[in-house]
């Protein structure tokens, strides 16, 4: 599967002027199966990625709580 990331979540990661590997300067990385836009040391980077949008392939139940009172 191809790489595909918006120009913002690129330039996100780019401002935040850290060595972040991300589509722009390689491949997406997978943290459990799972792509991320970034991802520095045990930080994981996501911009409006499938939790946002409530992606139904990535959330299974997307009714169940996180645990996070966002």
Known sequence: MANHQSQK???WLTWE???INHVG???EARILRRK???L???TVFE???CFFHGC???LLNRSESTGDPL
């Open 9 to 11: 979540a690129i330039s």
């Open 17 to 19: 002027d850290i060595c």
């Open 25 to 27: 300067n390689g491949r």
């Open 36 to 38: 991320v836009d970034g």
């Open 40 to 42: 520095h040391e045990k």
């Open 47 to 49: 911009f409006h990625g």
């Open 56 to 58: 139904p392939s990535c």
